[in-house]
């Protein structure tokens, strides 16, 4: 199915997607939304097909330079990519180099859940055994294709005029919070989560007692 969509002609990736309302204030991004519905039953089909997927897959079609740049196409997206995210959904985020990352919001989604799918399916993929605890994913058939589907069915929504005007600005919105957040990778290889938890200490805990250590050397001061 994937490899259907990838192998059609690559639509222009400066074209504005449906996807940027998504980057909105979720007032707004619901007030758009409504407008999207309202306009015809195509659209509410579009819209029904997304909301019931279990997740999304972005298929971005270039390849960060650096790990800075790989985080931030999986934290919010280059300002060419804004409109092939959809922020409402669970996705996970692909570049041609064949490197997976995900990305969700977490007032709908609690990030244990998504780590323990993540986990399993991480070490299904390299063909390791289960950690303890953990019960082997099933295995499933190999298929080419499935029998009376005609693989993978473009969603093309009619976007009201006005609603055109709204992704311009929705678009110019994020591309200036893109530009105003700054994402620097550190790889840290003193020690991890294991060594953390003889300590007795919450690995997350202790992560967020560094950025107050952190911002406290920085800045001479306790964070607000």
């Not at 064949?98 to 244990?112: I, K, P, Q, R």
Request: proline share 6%; with cysteine.
């Amino acid at each position: 199915q994937i490899q259907s969509i990838i192998d059609k002609p690559m639509p222009n990736v400066s074209t504005l997607g449906i996807g940027v309302l998504t980057t909105e204030d979720r007032d707004m991004w619901s007030h758009h939304r409504n407008m999207l519905k309202s306009h015809d039953s195509n659209n509410r089909q579009c819209l029904f097909d997304i909301d019931s997927a279990l997740l999304v897959v972005c298929l971005d079609h270039s390849v960060p330079k650096s790990w800075n740049e790989r985080s931030e196409e999986l934290l919010h997206g280059s300002s060419q990519n804004l409109s092939n995210r959809w922020f409402d959904k669970f996705q996970v985020v692909s570049d041609p180099s064949g490197t997976l990352g995900v990305n969700f919001e977490h007032s709908y989604a609690d990030g244990l859940a998504w780590n323990r799918w993540l986990s399993e399916v991480w070490y299904d993929m390299q063909d390791m055994p289960n950690p303890e605890g953990f019960s082997a994913l099933p295995r499933l058939p190999e298929v080419k294709e499935l029998p009376g589907n005609k693989g993978p069915r473009l969603l093309k929504f009619n976007v009201p005029d006005l609603l055109f005007n709204n992704m311009r600005k929705a678009q110019a919105v994020a591309q200036e919070l893109v530009a105003r957040n700054h994402t620097q990778m550190l790889q840290f290889d003193g020690f991890g989560k294991q060594q953390i938890k003889q300590w007795k200490a919450s690995p997350d805990g202790f992560v967020q007692l560094v950025f107050q250590l952190a911002y406290y050397r920085l800045h001479k001061r306790l964070p607000p």
